[in-house]
């Protein structure tokens, strides 16, 4: 099992546009998402909204069978949900996931009960 945690900030002004993205994910979109997922090899995803000093984060955890496959066929996904998912995180954060990110996150710590 592969996993992942990363951060992006969210744009000035685009915390509301951001919360409104993930609660469409919970809600009208959730079976696409669920089908996106398991396309994609993974069995949890969870997306948070952290605020901070700084401005507000996307914090985002990700497992599942492999992760750079997952980025890989995700950023090059055409796919109607996966596009405006793209979009959506583009827009409030700026970032590009047509591009498959460099190096993930060191995990360091793991503890399972």
């Known amino acids: 099992m592969d996993?992942?945690?990363f951060a992006l900030p969210i744009l000035p002004g685009q915390s509301a546009a951001a919360r409104a993205f993930l609660v469409e994910l919970e809600g009208t979109r959730?079976?696409?998402y669920a089908?996106?997922?398991r396309r994609l090899g993974l069995n949890k995803e969870v997306w948070a909204l952290?605020?901070?000093?700084?401005?507000?984060?996307?914090?985002?955890?990700?497992?599942?069978e492999s992760i750079s496959t997952a980025f890989a066929t995700f950023?090059?996904?055409?796919?109607?949900?996966?596009?405006?998912?793209?979009?959506?995180?583009?827009?409030?954060?700026?970032?590009d996931?047509?591009?498959?990110?460099?190096?993930?996150?060191?995990?360091?710590?793991?503890?399972?009960?």
């Open 75 to 95: 950023a090059a996904s055409r796919d109607e949900f996966e596009v405006w998912f793209k979009g959506q995180v583009l827009a409030t954060t700026g970032a």
């Open 35 to 37: 089908a996106s997922e």
């Open 50 to 64: 952290q605020q901070t000093p700084q401005g507000d984060l996307y914090v985002v955890y990700i497992s599942g």
């Open 97 to 113: 996931l047509n591009t498959p990110p460099g190096p993930m996150s060191a995990i360091l710590s793991d503890y399972q009960a």
């Open 30 to 32: 959730k079976e696409q």
């Open 3 to 5: 996993q992942t945690i």
